[in-house]
């Protein structure tokens, strides 16, 4: 049996996460009280469904009391042999988080009289500390749509069978951010730049034009090899340790030319060697805001 707990700070997305999962067969429940987690639990197992996955939504609304002992509760739950546990954080940047409040005009569970939305969105945070600490994927969706939110959990949650590690690849833009989701982040800037040729410029790192201009340098090549090689070392550690998820980020300027060929090259050489290998370029999914610069 396998239980996915979803948390994450309110207008993050959590819904749309429970509403994707629930749409390829999960069991899922909205808002459960965390201390309960383990009678829903007991109830499960005792329908005899080994196949059977759950998804719960545990969020701020909880009493701070139960959101305190969530870890005590998960250590006991990850140690039945019947039950395999992961836990899905979901955040967003605070200025992304006001303007979706201001958009649907909802009222934040932390609002009252004396507690501004801002302020309320900043102790969200801290309540919700217990669990985001004990997270196995974190997923950032500051720049995702309700769309690409759900593939991206159908895809890394969804399609991830037990005890199989789940590995992503993200390309970024350092001009617009670090992903908050990066358990490990690479820089990349100090490669030759395409951007700076003309005829590359409008080009991305998906195009033949650019990959060859990226081959022909020495320096890319031991870029990817060296990646290549820290992860190939570490991952078996991460397993061992009963990591279910592992985001790796590989930054450039912009996000466009070297961050997308090199993990398309990391995404395909662990694609030989690993089940689950995802790749997400998250400046190219994003509408052009004026010229970049790699």
């Keep these: 049996m396998r239980l996915v707990v979803i948390s994450g700070?309110?207008?993050?997305?959590?819904?749309?996460?429970?509403?994707?999962?629930?749409?390829?067969?999960?069991?899922?429940?909205?808002?459960?009280?965390?201390?309960?987690?383990?009678?829903?639990?007991?109830?499960?197992?005792?329908?005899?469904?080994?196949?059977?996955?759950?998804?719960?939504?545990?969020?701020?609304?909880?009493?701070?009391?139960?959101?305190?002992?969530?870890?005590?509760?998960?250590?006991?739950?990850?140690?039945?042999?019947?039950?395999?546990?992961?836990?899905?954080?979901?955040?967003?940047?605070?200025?992304?988080?006001?303007r979706r409040y201001n958009a649907t005009r909802r009222r934040h569970p932390l609002t009252d009289k004396q507690q501004s939305l801002q302020q309320a969105i900043r102790t969200e945070r801290s309540l919700l500390e217990p669990i985001a600490n004990l997270a196995d994927l974190r997923i950032d969706t500051t720049r995702l749509s309700l769309y690409e939110l759900r593939d991206e959990v159908k895809l890394r949650v969804a399609g991830r069978s037990e005890q199989v590690l789940s590995l992503q690849f993200e390309s970024f833009g350092f001009k617009h951010g670090v992903p908050l989701d990066a358990d490990f982040t690479f820089d990349v800037r100090a490669l030759p730049n395409p951007y700076w040729v003309p005829e590359l410029r409008?080009?991305?790192?998906?195009?033949?034009?650019?990959?060859?201009?990226?081959?022909q340098s020495p320096e890319v090549t031991e870029m990817v090899n060296d990646i290549q090689a820290f992860v190939s070392k570490w991952l078996p550690q991460f397993q061992a340790n009963n990591r279910s998820y592992i985001t790796i980020g590989i930054g450039c300027t912009g996000g466009q030319h070297r961050s997308v060929y090199i993990a398309e090259q990391l995404a395909g050489y662990f694609r030989g060697h690993m089940d689950n290998v995802q790749v997400l370029h998250r400046e190219l999914s994003q509408p052009a805001a004026g010229p970049h610069h790699d």
């Design 9 to 98: 700070r309110s207008g993050s997305g959590k819904s749309t996460a429970l509403q994707a999962l629930e749409d390829v067969g999960f069991y899922c429940i909205d808002n459960l009280p965390a201390l309960l987690l383990p009678e829903l639990i007991r109830l499960m197992l005792a329908e005899e469904n080994p196949n059977r996955e759950i998804a719960v939504s545990i969020d701020a609304r909880n009493l701070l009391s139960n959101l305190k002992q969530f870890p005590s509760v998960m250590r006991t739950l990850r140690e039945q042999s019947k039950l395999s546990t992961e836990t899905l954080f979901l955040d967003a940047g605070e200025a992304t988080l006001l």
């Design 202 to 215: 409008r080009h991305t790192g998906l195009d033949t034009e650019v990959i060859e201009f990226l081959r």
